[in-house]
């Protein structure tokens, strides 16, 4: 999609510091940079306040809702990082929509699509016909995919793929109590995490379950039992490509 969303995020963060109109279109015509000169401005602030990601109060543009608008909602899915700088200016309570998990399972089903792609590359012919794609035909087995290690390819390992399109240091996941206990059980479960981009998807990184599970919280009491763990790493906390 092509679309330059410098004065969209211009406009955004001019919302969020509550700037006047008037200042804000004489910013623009003062611009020595068309892209977020007056006419780029006027067209941006419009779809915007259609959008209802910023709204007018007394002259002043005000932060809207984070609303679910295709046009961003499209490029959140390519990875585009200014879009998700957008998204960032939006307080968590002025979020509608959340991108990092309304649209997870499709964004999951791609990361888990690009780890087969590499597998395939990266595994002996012979082995292709032992990838098998788990998550497609049972939810609760734990794992998404079932193959053969790419360091030991004559260990048949489980992988749990995470995936996101959100660029950055960090990657934040959600881990289910399944997928926790099954790494709990198994000692050949791995974490998979993958970025995905219209520029090039990546592994980012994986790690074996037993590594993961003491950062997991503990049920208090028998009556109270989590069922969904948020946790995030970098790079540096993780082993490189594939296990």
């Not at 995020?9 to 001019?14: D, G, N, S």
């Not at 002996?124 to 990838?131: A, K, L, T, V, Y």
């Not at 520029?199 to 028998?222: K, Q």
């Amino acid at each position: 999609m092509n679309r330059d969303l410098a004065p969209y995020l211009l406009t955004v963060q001019c919302a969020r510091d509550r700037m006047r109109l008037e200042d804000f279109y004489l910013g623009g015509r003062l611009a020595v940079v068309v892209e977020i000169g007056y006419e780029a401005r006027r067209t941006a602030l419009e779809e915007l306040l259609r959008d209802g990601l910023v709204i007018l109060d007394d002259s002043r543009l005000c932060l809207g809702k984070l609303n679910e608008v295709p046009w961003l909602s499209s490029l959140l899915q390519d990875g585009h990082p200014t879009a998700w700088a957008i998204v960032d200016i939006f307080p968590r309570k002025f979020w509608k929509y959340d991108p990092e998990n309304d649209q997870s399972g499709e964004i999951g089903f791609r990361g888990e699509m690009f780890v087969i792609e590499e597998l395939q590359r990266l595994l002996p012919p012979e082995s292709h016909s032992d990838i098998h794609h788990i998550s497609r035909f049972d939810d609760l087995a734990g794992f998404d995919i079932s193959a053969p290690s790419v360091k030991q390819p004559d260990l048949q390992i489980f992988l749990e793929v995470k995936a996101t399109t959100r660029p950055g240091p960090e990657f934040v996941f959600h881990l289910s109590r399944n997928e926790y206990e099954t790494a709990r059980r198994s000692t050949n479960w791995f974490l998979v995490l993958v970025c995905l981009s219209t520029s090039g998807s990546t592994i980012f990184g994986h790690l074996e379950g037993n590594s993961l599970l003491n950062y997991f919280p503990l049920d208090s009491t028998p009556s109270f039992n989590w069922t969904s763990a948020r946790g995030f790493y970098t790079q540096d906390d993780l082993r490189v490509g594939l296990p």
